[in-house]
């Protein structure tokens, strides 16, 4: 089955730098990526995705990089603010599947 | 435009008991899936279920555990005879269509606590 790496699973930065989030994936039926927020006692939420056929995407502050040869897809945010501080999961999903497999999470914080 | 909609958000069971967690999907889903998130990790699949169907249920312990969608009402994931290993967050999702042509939601979780 498929299987995500996460990495780093802490990332510690000061407000307004980047930060930079890296997955794998083993899969290379995979073509769909996504990535969620998930607040302290809340459910993930969803805040970009990419497909296979995309290089890149980009959102505001937030980008999407999928590299498909490597396979590996990382998420950027530039010019943090403290309310970027969450845990960040990154996911892939099969063409043809159902279930998102999770990468295990990188508890983002952004110190003021 | 409700989101997912979960309950109860937190639930405590002695060992042995049953557990039912309640899911609404988004108004225009009838795709629902079930994962289970243990503390400091990522979430994994359960079940997958469209109106009145299981369609993956490969990642359900094989005992204990069940789940329906009825054509009516919530979607249910019940847990009978509970144990300590059953402590979990428990998140729904719910999509327009299934496959990759339509995003997960997810629902803020049922928190399950076992004494």
């Known amino acids: 089955g498929e299987n995500v790496e996460q990495h780093p699973s802490t990332l510690s930065v000061q407000e307004g730098d980047s930060a930079v989030i890296k997955c794998t994936y083993s899969d290379s039926a995979s073509n769909y990526f996504p990535w969620y927020k998930q607040e302290l006692g809340k459910g993930p939420q969803l805040i970009i995705d990419?497909?296979?056929?995309?290089g890149e995407k980009k959102d505001q502050r937030i980008a999407v990089t999928l590299n498909k040869t490597a396979k590996h897809f990382s998420l950027h945010i530039t010019e943090t603010q403290p309310e970027d501080s969450a845990v960040y999961f990154c996911a892939a999903l099969k063409a043809a599947g159902n279930k998102l497999t999770f990468g295990g999470g990188t508890r983002v914080l952004v110190k003021p | 435009n409700a989101g997912v909609m979960q309950n109860p958000r937190h639930l405590v069971r002695r060992r042995g008991q049953e557990a039912r967690l309640r899911c609404s999907p988004m108004k225009g889903h009838s795709h629902v899936y079930w994962y289970r998130q243990l503390p400091e990790e990522g979430l994994k699949f359960m079940v997958y279920l469209q109106k009145e169907n299981i369609i993956d249920e490969s990642g359900m312990p094989k005992e204990r555990f069940s789940a329906e969608f009825p054509k009516e009402g919530p979607s249910i994931l019940r847990i009978q005879q509970v144990v300590r290993g059953d402590s979990a967050a428990y998140f729904c999702?719910?999509?327009?269509?299934?496959?990759?042509?339509?995003?997960?939601?997810f629902g803020d979780g049922t928190r399950l606590s076992i004494l």
């Open positions: 990419i497909r296979s056929n995309v």
């Open positions: 999702a719910s999509s327009r269509a299934g496959g990759s042509n339509q995003p997960q939601h």
